[in-house]
């Protein structure tokens, strides 16, 4: 079973810059598609980025051109990287894993809050 730790959220101003981490268990990162996705308090919870285990990516439209996800392999970790944030980018970020045998696994969470 794949199990999932986000890490790196905190308070930034609006217009800086922030990193999360996903540490993933075991290490079949490279089979894994990994997932970003954020809710805020009465939202839906939203795709924020994806990246198959080919490294196809794609992004949510709020985002794209700010965010940035990543994989390492080796390190069992995907990442964001947050450029540009803007107060309405505040939420809990939360990481996904889908498994060739379509297995699903969320992280527990990390907030991320953007204010001046």
């Known amino acids: 079973q794949v199990q999932l730790v986000e890490s790196g959220g905190g308070l930034v101003q609006p217009g800086g810059s922030l990193r999360l981490s996903c540490a993933t268990s075991?290490?079949?990162?490279?089979?894994?598609?990994m997932g970003w996705y954020r809710q805020a308090p009465g939202k839906e919870r939203k795709l924020v980025a994806r990246i198959t285990s080919g490294d196809t990516t794609n992004y949510g439209d709020s985002v794209k051109d700010r965010f940035t996800i990543s994989r390492d392999n080796a390190k069992n970790t995907v990442y964001l990287q947050m450029n540009s944030l803007k107060p309405e980018d505040t939420a809990v970020y939360y990481c996904?894993?889908?498994?060739?045998?379509?297995?699903?696994?969320w992280g527990q969470g990390t907030q991320v809050t953007v204010s001046s």
């Open positions: 996904r894993s889908l498994s060739p045998g379509y297995q699903v696994t």
């Open positions: 075991g290490s079949i990162l490279n089979m894994l598609t």
